[in-house]
């Protein structure tokens, strides 16, 4: 598992990192981990890349190798700039992030509710490695919670 830190994605990158099977690699951009996965998948192993929104920006363009080769490429996504957004810097890429994705390729799956996030997960790992193509599930913030990083703390 590659990722950018991220607040939304805490708690499964914790649990990642507990469990002796998996290695959780950080990176220091998104992009980075566009090349890990796909050295890995060249290595026999199966990968998948966990950030934030804001992230999909700076992996368009590496989008390009997975495509070109063949490599499955296997995203999680936790997404900002919905409704309850608070950080107007968050909304356009928000808005842009499938949009983008499918321009380049890339099978979007995105879940409505919180229990169909596993299902939506599995299929999207089982036609990016079966197709050899990527596949991004995107998890709104209806389904993570809206951040406020303490905006409110002290209001009356």
């Given at each position: 598992?590659?990722?950018?830190?991220?607040?939304?994605?805490?708690?499964?990158?914790?649990?990642?990192?507990?469990?002796?099977?998996?290695?959780?690699?950080?990176?220091?951009?998104?992009?980075?981990?566009?090349?890990?996965?796909?050295?890995?998948?060249?290595?026999g192993v199966k990968g998948v890349l966990l950030m934030q929104s804001s992230g999909?920006?700076?992996?368009?363009?590496?989008?390009?190798?997975?495509?070109?080769?063949?490599?499955?490429?296997?995203?999680?996504?936790?997404?900002?700039?919905?409704?309850?957004?608070?950080?107007?810097?968050?909304?356009p890429m928000g808005q842009a992030v499938r949009p983008t994705l499918e321009a380049v390729g890339v099978s979007v799956h995105e879940p409505r509710r919180a229990e169909e996030v596993g299902a939506s997960f599995q299929r999207a790992a089982c036609a990016a490695f079966a197709t050899g193509t990527t596949a991004a599930v995107l998890v709104s913030q209806a389904i993570l919670g809206a951040k406020d990083f303490g905006r409110d703390r002290g209001a009356s």
């Amino acid at each position: 598992m590659a990722t950018v830190p991220d607040g939304g994605l805490k708690a499964l990158i914790e649990l990642c990192d507990e469990d002796p099977d998996l290695r959780v690699v950080t990176l220091t951009t998104e992009e980075e981990g566009i090349g890990l996965l796909a050295g890995m998948w060249l290595g026999g192993v199966k990968g998948v890349l966990l950030m934030q929104s804001s992230g999909v920006g700076n992996c368009i363009n590496m989008l390009s190798l997975p495509h070109v080769c063949r490599i499955p490429c296997l995203v999680l996504v936790t997404m900002r700039g919905g409704p309850a957004e608070f950080n107007p810097w968050q909304v356009p890429m928000g808005q842009a992030v499938r949009p983008t994705l499918e321009a380049v390729g890339v099978s979007v799956h995105e879940p409505r509710r919180a229990e169909e996030v596993g299902a939506s997960f599995q299929r999207a790992a089982c036609a990016a490695f079966a197709t050899g193509t990527t596949a991004a599930v995107l998890v709104s913030q209806a389904i993570l919670g809206a951040k406020d990083f303490g905006r409110d703390r002290g209001a009356s």
